[in-house]
């Protein structure tokens, strides 16, 4: 079989930590266990530590200690905030700094652990799609939904993009108004956007507008819905989310978000071809977001 990445350009793995170097290390000692590592220039974005938390500005020096201390990768780069600027601005301006240098990147947040094909399926994908327009970004997480067994690409084109390990191009991210102003316009795009994303996507863009929420992400899902744009999810996800943990910045210990993660270990992977929906997938995709189960969900939340 002939390896069309053989001589591929890796792209930067960015990296968004804060106040927990368990979880750090976690994340770092997964991206180790993939060969491309080696090949790949790591940036790691540190956030400072919130006035008045006690016991946080101690985890995030020990954060940082760590930092300077990883091996593995082709260069490793730091920044370290000296004030607490929350994940939202943390990862805007973390990414557009590495992605108008390289053109495109591969971002992780601390509370993930990835399978050791994931940063092959990254970079295929990246390269793979690179020139189709109508991709706006790759990502390495997916929910547990039962594959066809008539389908045989290891991916499908989905519309909600995921932000639990996901990579872009500069000239996708370049399109994104983080702004929105002004928000009145867009108030007649609600009802579409939910049955484009799901039935939580309104509310959550609402709720950022408000000042409710800090959520970067549902801004970038926008904005893909805006443009009609597609994200490319792994049939098997190659992403462990140990945000459910009860330490994770938005995430609590119970969860309505379930995953198989991808056990082959394959390297070379068989895309979609086209950017239609396929509407069974779709469909199991999207049920993670219906009423029902976020009904469901917000009573198992209060309850665990």
């Not at 500069?170 to 039935?199: H, N, V």
């Not at 119970?254 to 509407?279: A, M, Y």
Request: aromatic share 16%; hydrophobic share 40%; net charge positive.
């Amino acid at each position: 079989m002939i390896n069309h990445y053989k001589n591929m350009q890796y792209a930067p793995i960015i990296i968004f930590a804060f106040n927990r170097p368990k979880a750090l290390r976690n994340v770092v000692c997964s991206l180790l266990q993939n060969t491309e590592a080696r090949e790949s220039d790591l940036y790691i974005f540190v956030d400072g530590a919130r006035l008045h938390k006690d016991g946080e500005l101690k985890e995030v020096e020990l954060v940082r200690e760590y930092v300077i201390s990883i091996t593995g990768f082709k260069t490793l780069h730091y920044t370290f905030s000296e004030v607490n600027k929350g994940l939202g601005a943390s990862i805007i301006d973390g990414v557009s700094e590495v992605i108008n240098r390289y053109g495109k990147v591969i971002v992780l947040e601390d509370d993930l652990c990835v399978q050791p094909n994931f940063l092959a399926f990254m970079n295929q994908g990246l390269k793979y799609y690179e020139k189709v327009n109508g991709v706006f970004s790759i990502c390495g997480y997916n929910n547990k939904i039962k594959i066809p067994k008539d389908y045989k690409a290891d991916a499908y084109i989905y519309n909600r993009s995921s932000s639990w390990g996901w990579a872009t191009w500069k000239d996708r991210w370049d399109t994104i108004d983080w702004k929105l102003e002004p928000f009145d316009i867009y108030k007649s795009k609600a009802r579409a956007f939910c049955c484009w994303a799901g039935s939580d996507a309104w509310k959550m863009l609402n709720d950022w507008h408000k000042g409710k929420n800090n959520s970067w992400a549902i801004r970038f899902v926008f904005a893909q819905f805006l443009q009609n744009k597609k994200c490319v999810n792994p049939c098997y996800s190659l992403i462990n989310n140990r945000g459910f943990d009860g330490q994770g910045t938005n995430c609590k210990s119970w969860s309505r978000f379930k995953f198989e993660l991808e056990s082959t270990g394959k390297k070379n992977f068989v895309w979609p071809t086209q950017l239609s929906i396929h509407s069974c997938l779709f469909k199991r995709a999207m049920w993670y977001n219906s009423v029902f189960i976020r009904i469901y969900s917000r009573i198992m939340y209060l309850i665990k």
